[in-house]
């Protein structure tokens, strides 16, 4: 690579990147020159059904159930939806001993997948608001009082809360919760000035006469929004209601299968859906879902245009020496714990140094094979839930 191509992939790829990890101050920019959309929110308490798609969660649903019928919400406009999708573990029976009027149980005699849960236990409700919800996911007491007053916005047609972490989780505690911090300034900006460009399974609500079928093989939390979004409606974010759940990896293994799913799913639904990137009919939303779904998902591309240009750099100026380096020392930290026995690497007192960096590597390895699987026409249509 000559020192003229070298510096200008170098550039790009350095540019490419700041466009990304600067997303939270182009936001903040914006609410400078654009005004912020008011939200109409009003007392009423529709009729809400929650529901609850869980497969082999044994010894969680009866805590989820119970948790949802302690929500404070009026008891006669609150019922819960619980599908057990084809579990082997005694979930369906756990379930079915808590079903009552306000509890009804679907169990699946084979197991299908999330999202044919989903759309049979959406097809099964008659409530005027549907609230989604993961089985490891508590929530607090006030989180529908707090999340439902923005859907009596007309223009309102969805609202997502905040993913609340519990515990350190491992080695990969510090990122998971770095990661998750990140996703909520991002989330606060977007909502102030139009939609977030993108919910989270662990708890949404959207009004159940905008709910469509969700298609095999996407991420379905992203689909249900996209398609809010698609009809007109915005989609927003109400931090305030939360739901509190383990960290979602206790393993690097885990980690990259689940953002390789995630990303390889997310990609096959902005394809179905991709009229919602055009800014011109869809403004803000469209230009965030374009940087945090499309452009994001090319960092482990960039990050390697980086470290190549540099390293051809080296050897010809200080700074570019300087900068290799720190690259090297990075990745070096981040491969270490893949190296380490792990409960060494959980141990040391140094494993704060090394567990961001792990987790970014990890995440973009995931997020590289999740482009790789969509690319290929992979899809993923069910899995088995793992700790």
């Avoid at 009082?145 to 609340?164: F, Q």
């Avoid at 051809?312 to 491969?335: I, K, M």
């Avoid at 999740?370 to 026409?377: E, I, M, P, Q, T």
Wanted: proline share 5%; charged share 20%.
């Amino acid at each position: 690579m000559g020192v003229g191509v070298s510096i200008a992939v170098l550039a790009a790829a350095l540019a490419f990147l700041a466009l990304v990890f600067l997303n939270p101050a182009l936001f903040w920019l914006a609410r400078r020159f654009v005004r912020e959309r008011p939200v109409r929110r009003g007392n009423g308490q529709p009729n809400v059904d929650l529901i609850v798609v869980a497969r082999n969660a044994a010894g969680l649903i009866g805590d989820k159930i119970r948790n949802a019928l302690a929500l404070d919400y009026p008891r006669d406009k609150l019922g819960v939806i619980v599908y057990s999708d084809g579990s082997t573990d005694g979930t369906a029976a756990e379930a079915e001993a808590l079903a009552s009027a306000r509890v009804r149980v679907i169990a699946a005699p084979e197991h299908r997948g999330k999202i044919a849960g989903l759309n049979a236990a959406a097809a099964a409700s008659r409530a005027d608001v549907l609230v989604f919800t993961d089985v490891d996911a508590l929530l607090n007491a006030d989180a529908l009082a707090l999340l439902l007053p923005a859907l009596a916005d007309p223009d309102v047609g969805g609202v997502c809360g905040r993913k609340v972490l519990r515990g350190r989780g491992g080695l990969l505690g510090i990122g998971q919760q770095a990661y998750n911090a990140f996703a909520d300034v991002i989330k606060r900006q977007e909502s102030r000035i139009g939609s977030v460009s993108a919910s989270d399974g662990t708890l949404y609500a959207i009004r159940r006469s905008l709910f469509r079928p969700v298609p095999p093989g996407v991420t379905d939390d992203l689909y249900v929004h996209l398609n809010v979004i698609r009809q007109g409606r915005r989609f927003l974010y109400e931090p305030r209601a939360q739901a509190v759940l383990p960290p979602p990896s206790k393993s690097s293994g885990h980690e990259i299968s689940r953002r390789r799913r995630i990303v390889a799913g997310s990609l096959h639904g902005l394809y179905l859906m991709r009229e919602t990137l055009n800014p011109l009919r869809y403004g803000s939303v469209a230009l965030s879902l374009i940087l945090n779904k499309v452009l994001r998902r090319l960092l482990p591309v960039f990050a390697a245009l980086v470290f190549g240009a540099s390293w051809s750099l080296a050897g010809r100026s200080r700074t570019a020496a300087a900068f290799f380096a720190l690259q090297a020392l990075f990745y070096l930290a981040a491969v270490l714990p893949f190296v380490l026995p792990r409960r060494a690497a959980e141990g040391s007192r140094l494993a704060g140094l090394f567990s961001l960096p792990h987790f970014i590597l990890i995440g973009l390895i995931g997020t590289l094979c999740g482009v790789a699987d969509f690319l290929r026409g992979r899809r993923t249509v069910k899995w088995e839930p793992r700790g």
